[in-house]
């Protein structure tokens, strides 16, 4: 069983990959609406929002959670996976979302300029910006965050005039630097792939990071075929920390599929 955990919506657009990619496994998905978004937080309290997504998951029977979530992957992962994985589940994984896209694109020579866009949390712990310097040293890098994307995803207000005015302005910077790729380092923000590509413009590179994190998670089953747990029947299980039905209703829209098996649960 694979977990998948974000602070709210956006990691359905990391388990749509999942589901096409990999639609063998069983899955059970976890956001906590209740307490989106998670950018304007402390490190201190996304550690522990984080761990107890982890405790709740593997409480689940999962064997390997995926932090779909951004600002997660980047303010607690390295503590989850280096303190406290070794004292309490020595023999299960936590992944995150950072790692796989830092260097699918750091290690493409033809970028030289890169914009980075996510939650103010996450533009601020520099994972993206430290990481990618690790792979070339020679890149241009602008990081900004973009603090009102994630409620208006969470509001289902993706296809609405102010989203895409917001989006103008948050954007406008990069596109003065003229980056060659943007990075959507927050799990929200493909859902509104299409409208940044657009703005962005042909010469821009905007990948999608749940593609992205997909391949990778297929490479690291193949390496790791302890984790690599087919099933004949294979199951969809969804958590909320908030309304169930609300949940149900966008997140069919932003998954792009039925969501039958669906919970309200507090961590």
């Known amino acids: 069983m694979i977990g998948v955990f ?39 309290i996304i550690f522990e929002y984080a761990r107890e997504a982890v405790d709740f998951l593997f409480g689940k029977n ?20 280096q303190e406290y994985l070794p004292q309490k589940y020595t023999d299960k994984r936590v992944l995150g979302v950072i790692r796989p896209i830092v260097e699918k694109i750091g290690s493409d020579q033809k970028i030289n300029k890169v ?6 949390a996450t533009i601020e712990a520099g994972s993206y910006q430290r990481e990618l310097l690790k792979i070339n040293p ?9 603090p009102l994307l994630v409620p208006l995803v969470e509001e289902g207000w993706t296809k609405r005039p102010e ?8 954007l406008k910077p990069l596109k003065l630097k003229r980056v ?14 299409k409208e940044v590509r657009e703005i962005m413009g042909k010469r821009c590179l905007v990948p999608d990071p749940g593609k992205i994190v997909a391949d990778s998670l297929a490479d690291y089953l193949t390496r790791h075929p302890e984790f690599d747990k087919k ?17 149900k209703g966008l997140g069919e829209k932003y998954l792009g599929e039925r969501i039958d098996n669906i919970a309200r649960v507090e961590l």
């Open 6 to 44: 974000d602070s709210g919506f956006g990691g359905l657009t990391v388990l749509k990959h999942f589901l096409s990619h990999l639609p063998e496994q069983d899955y059970i998905y976890l956001g906590d609406n209740a307490r989106a978004p998670y950018g304007p937080k402390s490190p201190e």
């Open 62 to 81: 999962c064997d390997l959670i995926i932090f779909a979530c951004n600002t997660a992957s980047a303010q607690a992962l390295r503590h989850i996976q």
């Open 115 to 120: 914009g980075v866009i996510g939650t103010k």
């Open 138 to 146: 020679n890149l241009e890098i602008t990081a900004l965050s973009a």
């Open 163 to 170: 989203a895409k005015m917001i989006l103008r302005k948050y």
């Open 180 to 193: 060659v790729c943007l990075i959507l380092a927050c799990t929200h923000y493909p859902l509104l792939l």
């Open 231 to 247: 099933s004949t029947n294979p199951k969809r299980i969804f958590y909320t920390t908030e309304n169930a039905e609300k949940f």
